[in-house]
Nanobody
Framework: QVQLLESGGGLVQAGDSLRLSCAAS????????MGWFRQAPGKAREFVAA????????WYADSVKGRFTISRDNAKNTVYLQMNSLKPEDTAVYYC???????????????WGQGTQVTVSS
């Protein structure tokens, strides 16, 4: 099972940017689609973005489309989430995960990291 380590979170003001990173262990990183999810206090975890094995295809939740960009570097076993024009409603713990099936991009993930906190003040 892969180990995932997220980093890059912090406290920012509305309109600011942050770049999250997720480093994966193992030698099969490029074999899997990867995704970012988030969970706000008192809410269920929700899908944010996903990226194909090669990085050529990406998918986004409507709430972040046009503001967030997911990317990956297979040579570094790392997936990124560039977050621009942050809003207070983006406040959450952000997790990366590995997709293990071929179904819808919002489902079929395992091996969650410990998460990184993003707090956006108004």
């Amino acid at each position: 099972q892969v180990q995932l380590l997220e980093s890059g979170g912090g406290l920012v003001q509305a309109g600011d940017s942050l770049r999250l990173s997720c480093a994966a262990s193992g030698r099969t990183f490029s074999s899997y689609r990867m995704g970012w999810f988030r969970q706000a206090p008192g809410k269920a975890r929700e899908f944010v973005a996903a990226i194909s094995r090669s990085g050529e295809s990406t998918w986004y939740a409507d709430s972040v489309k046009g503001r967030f960009t997911i990317s990956r570097d297979n040579a570094k076993n790392t997936v990124y989430l560039q977050m621009n024009s942050l809003k207070p409603e983006d406040t959450a713990v952000y997790y990366c995960s590995r997709k293990t099936d071929s179904g819808l991009v919002k489902f079929g993930y395992d091996s969650w990291g410990q998460g990184t906190q993003v707090t956006v003040s108004s």
